[in-house]
């Protein structure tokens, strides 16, 4: 903790809540310590972040990474004060089916558990109000549909609560960066400082690992160097 603001990781807030940190390589660290996974350097073809850390080069795969993130946040949220909602300035409506509009219906406290304000709006439509704060630069409709795809195969409450942390997963995946999205150096320096903080930042949702490293002396020998 106390590693920056803990807002939601939405990349578009990523450039406002860390405008001013360092975009400089490991060079300019004033006699500080280096960071664990360094400082960024370049971010390739729109999905790798390479960084530079104390002993080579560090490669971070930002969706995997911010996704862990978010996920890490929406659970801690909702084990602490509660998940934050953020209302949209435009109700969206949601073309569902009638049996995802009445699980809808019926589990409208549960969806405000988790920062939903969702309301039917007729046999096989729903509106949604309000989204989580984390969520907000997401697919509105889509997530919602794949929020109660999860709802339907789960069904009853208690398998409902059992399973929570997988619905915060797929809620995570909509919130997390997407491929191609072109991140300024304080956006990835930021992300670095993000997944530092974070439990388990080592693997995404799903078990992949988000970052690896290259030392110094490796790269060397795929160079043959020292020979």
């Known amino acids: 903790g106390g590693r920056g603001p803990a807002p939601a990781a939405s990349f578009e807030s990523y450039g406002r809540l860390y405008g001013a940190a ?11 310590d280096i960071p664990p996974l360094g400082y960024a350097i370049a971010q390739l073809k729109g999905v790798y ?20 993130i978010t996920y890490e946040r929406l659970k801690r949220a909702r084990d602490s004060e509660g998940i934050r909602s953020q209302p949209l300035l435009v109700p969206e409506s949601v073309a569902v089916s009638a049996r995802e509009a009445a699980l809808a219906e019926t589990h409208a406290d549960w969806f405000a558990s988790l920062g939903f304000t969702v309301e039917r709006a007729g046999e096989e439509s729903l509106l949604v109000r309000e989204v989580p704060v984390s969520l907000r630069d997401s ?5 919602l549909r794949d929020v109660l795809a999860d709802l339907g195969e789960h069904g009853s409450s208690e398998r ?9 997963s797929t809620m995570a995946c909509h919130g997390s960066v997407r491929a191609n999205r072109r991140l ?31 030392t110094l002396a490796e790269l060397d ?3 043959l160097r020292g020979r």
């Open 139 to 143: 697919d509105v409709p889509q997530l």
């Open 160 to 168: 409902i609560a059992a399973h929570e942390d997988e619905i915060l």
């Open 22 to 32: 360092d975009g400089g390589a490991v060079a300019e660290a004033e006699g500080g």
């Open 184 to 214: 300024t150096l304080p956006e990835m320096n930021a992300l670095l400082r993000d997944m530092e903080a974070t439990e388990r930042a080592g693997q995404c949702n799903h078990g992949r690992p988000t970052w690896t490293r290259l």
């Open 221 to 223: 020998r795929l160079f």
């Open 49 to 68: 972040v390479l960084a530079e850390n104390a002993e080579g080069l560090v490669l971070v795969d930002m969706h995997a990474a911010h996704e862990r």
